[in-house]
């Protein structure tokens, strides 16, 4: 049996906190009090797992209500010896505090537990669906062996998105930013399961966001995840230092809407906290940012009970995250990126939303894009139909600033608005060449009552034989959503060093446009600074735009296209085995054109011209 095959369904990954609800609005469940802690002393010792036999008793820390630990008892049922590599954990059953009817409550990951007044080490992991709070205790001495580590730099490696339907390289993301899935919801949802469950399974997500993000269709218990609300932190009033058995937190989200991932101080020496007692995304060095916690009360259930928790205060940063638990420094700083969004409501409302999100590269798409959708539910509504643009831009280190600039439209267009920029973000942290820094987001959502894309029902050129130089008129026809028909016109030039010959014309929306262009003519960036120009050549559906596309007798050798090779070239390419694998190129663009028509659109299509002998008339 190994921790992660028996243990991970019933990880006690620390609870997402909910974030200054206020206490009356919510359905709480007020833990049993047992008597006050008395003070803990740190100078007592510790108990080795070899001392620890079954039957012992003693008693751990951990917060039920407010912001001071109170006590729960411990009797020891035996040890797990080795069970991870030079590891072995006490298995151990809780009471008080109405751990009976609870079980071990998600959140408690990391609460001190002594025997003899020597501290064993910290609750780490249950089971669900149990008839009693059983838990793992990950030994105190494992825990020490995170005080030897150096701080390091933060973590920079990326995790690909790897959940079904969500995009894993540069090349994934891109695609999946201008041919998103059917299913936009299910993707994301599968997504962010993948970027943050391991975070919060089995614990409960709750406040505004669940009911939000009901409508995608998350399932427990990822529905209640995104625990966010627009108002600020809780006044918690003079909250205590953190010392053993304090509630405290990783903010992920900090600001005018927070997602915090909470758990429990093991202890707290010299400035040096030890917490959790299992890995938060087991990365190594990391930066995030700690705070304190009050917890307003727990709710039991059947799977997993859970903490009602409000942020405090950032007291200081988590640096190294093992298997054994997180180690952070009081005092210390995590760098996180800011980021704004500006809900312009239909009704002529503006609300601004001001963040800060954890330089966590491998959660940064979801980071970005469930305040995206938590924004727009606060400040206006997120189901339904609407219409909505989107326009802002990203700050890099180092390079100039990657534009947003789209448009969403139908049911629920607030879920495609932040699966575009999971798939965005998820193309600049994917990225073959840099690590990319994201200096900071700045977003503006401009919502309108109901549908407004446009249909193209049909497209045809004023002439189908043209010259080189010439001028063609490439007529639309258009259709309202449930509403009338009429036109739009796209002058369209032929370049002038085209000989005769067949001539094509894809032309259409701006992101059908580029879909096609990367179908016709796929090309592999050999740099970051040719991803971003890639990533900034986009348009929006608002936009007409046409290729102009002729055929090719070329090959596409290591992403780049070479369209017009003679014969005896192209064979020596294709023969050579210093090239990589060389596609043929049948088809080469040689135009681009469009022009902005304010309303998203949605159609592509091919005409098919001939250029004649002679130049333009």
Same mark, same amino acid.
């Given at each position: ?9 019933g ?12 206490v *009356? ?8 009090r047992?008597e006050s802690?008395?003070?803990?002393d740190?100078?007592?010792? %510790? ?10 008793? *003693?008693? $751990?820390?951990?917060v039920?209500? $407010?912001? %001071?630990?109170d006590?729960? *008892? ?12 030079g590891? &072995? ?5 809780? &009471?008080?505090? $109405?751990l009976?009817e ?16 020597? +501290? ?6 249950s089971?669900?669906f149990t ?18 580590? @150096? ?11 790897t ?11 891109v ?20 970027? +943050?469950?391991?975070?919060?399974a089995?614990?409960?997500w ?6 939000q ?5 998350? $399932? /427990? ?14 006044d ?10 304090s509630?405290?937190a ?7 809407? #927070? ?9 707290v ?5 030890l917490a ?7 990365v ?5 940012p ?10 039991p259930?059947?799977?997993?009970s859970?903490?009602?928790?409000n ?7 988590f ?7 997180l180690?952070? =420094?009081l005092?210390? /700083? ?12 239909p009704d002529?409302d503006? =609300?601004r ?9 491998r959660?940064?798409?979801s ?7 938590q924004a727009?539910? &606060?400040a ?12 802002? #831009?990203?700050r890099?280190?180092?390079?100039e600033?990657?534009?947003?600039h789209?448009t ?5 267009p ?14 600049l942290v994917n990225?073959?060449? /840099?690590?990319?820094?994201i ?16 249909e193209?029902e =049909?497209?045809?050129a004023s002439s189908?034989?043209?010259?080189a ?5 490439v007529v639309?026809?258009l ?8 036109? %739009?016109?796209?002058q ?10 067949r001539?094509y ?7 059908s446009i ?9 090309? #592999?960036?050999?740099?970051?600074? /040719?991803?971003l120009?890639?990533?900034r050549?986009?348009?929006? #559906? ?11 007798r070329g090959l596409?050798v @290591? ?8 014969a ?6 294709q023969? &050579?085995p210093?090239q990589? @694998?060389?596609?043929?190129l049948n088809l080469?663009i040689?135009?681009?054109e ?5 309303i998203p659109?949605d159609g592509?299509?091919?005409l098919?011209? @001939? ?7």
């Amino acid at each position: 049996m190994t921790r992660s095959g028996a243990l991970v369904p019933g990880l006690l990954a620390a609870c997402v906190l909910l974030s200054a609800v206020p206490v *009356g609005a919510q359905e709480t469940v007020a833990a049993a009090r047992a008597e006050s802690a008395s003070p803990v002393d740190l100078n007592g010792g %510790e108990i080795g797992v070899d001392e620890v036999a079954r039957g012992q008793t *003693g008693y $751990g820390l951990s917060v039920f209500a $407010g912001s %001071e630990p109170d006590r729960f *008892g411990v009797e020891v049922v035996g040890v797990i010896r080795e069970m991870d590599p030079g590891t &072995s954990y006490i298995v151990a059953r809780l &009471s008080g505090n $109405g751990l009976e009817e609870s079980g071990v409550i998600a959140g408690m990951s990391g609460s001190p537990v002594y025997i003899d007044d020597r +501290l064993a080490g910290a609750v780490a992991y249950s089971w669900s669906f149990t008839s009693e709070a059983l838990a793992l205790i990950t030994p105190i001495a494992a825990m020490r062996e995170l005080s030897e580590l @150096e701080a390091g730099e933060a973590a920079g490696e990326s995790v690909g998105l790897t959940a079904p339907g969500a995009p894993g390289t540069f090349d994934q993301a891109v695609r999946q930013m201008l041919e998103p899935p059917d299913d936009v919801a299910a993707a994301l949802r599968e997504t962010v399961a993948d970027q +943050l469950g391991a975070l919060v399974a089995p614990a409960d997500w709750g406040g505004r966001g669940g009911a939000q993000i009901a409508t995608l269709g998350f $399932g /427990e218990p990822v529905r209640r995840m995104l625990a966010a609300a627009p108002a600020g932190r809780a006044d918690t009033v003079e909250m205590p230092d953190l010392h053993a058995g304090s509630a405290v937190a990783g903010v992920l989200i900090d600001g005018d809407l #927070k997602v915090t991932v909470g758990g429990t101080v093991t202890r707290v020496e010299d400035g040096e906290v030890l917490a959790m007692g299992h890995p938060y995304l087991g990365v190594g060095p990391l930066r995030v940012p700690m705070a304190t916690v009050e917890v307003v009360g727990v709710v039991p259930r059947v799977n997993s009970s859970m903490r009602l928790s409000n942020i405090g205060s950032v007291v200081g940063a988590f640096d190294q995250d093992r298997f054994a638990g997180l180690r952070g =420094r009081l005092g210390a /700083e995590a760098r996180t990126i800011p980021m704004t969004i500006q809900v312009e409501a239909p009704d002529g409302d503006a =609300r601004r939303f001001d963040l800060r999100l954890a330089d966590l590269p491998r959660m940064l798409p979801s980071l970005v894009g469930i305040p995206t959708m938590q924004a727009l539910d &606060s400040a206006s509504y997120g189901a339904g139909e609407s219409g909505l643009d989107m326009t802002g #831009k990203l700050r890099l280190r180092g390079h100039e600033d990657v534009p947003l600039h789209q448009t969403f439209d139908g049911s629920g267009p607030g879920t495609s608005a932040a699966f575009y920029l999971v798939a965005l973000i998820g193309a600049l942290v994917n990225s073959d060449y /840099e690590d990319v820094e994201i200096e900071g987001i700045d977003l503006t959502l401009s919502q309108t009552h109901g549908v407004r894309t446009v249909e193209i029902e =049909r497209a045809q050129a004023s002439s189908r034989r043209v010259h080189a130089g010439d001028t063609v008129d490439v007529v639309f026809d258009l259709r309202r959503h449930r509403g009338d028909r009429y036109q %739009e016109t796209l002058q369209v030039t032929i370049p002038e060093d085209r000989r005769p010959g067949r001539y094509y014309l894809f032309v259409g929306d701006g992101v059908s446009i580029d879909a096609a262009r990367l179908q016709l003519q796929p090309a #592999k960036a050999s740099s970051l600074t /040719e991803e971003l120009d890639m990533l900034r050549s986009f348009q929006p #559906k608002s936009r007409l735009a046409a290729l102009g596309v002729v055929p090719a007798r070329g090959l596409i050798v @290591e992403g780049r296209p070479m369209p017009q090779l003679p014969a005896t070239v192209r064979s020596i390419w294709q023969a &050579s085995p210093l090239q990589g @694998e060389p596609r043929a190129l049948n088809l080469a663009i040689v135009s681009e054109e469009g022009r902005d028509v304010v309303i998203p659109l949605d159609g592509l299509f091919r005409l098919d011209l @001939e250029i004649l002998p002679g130049t333009a008339r």
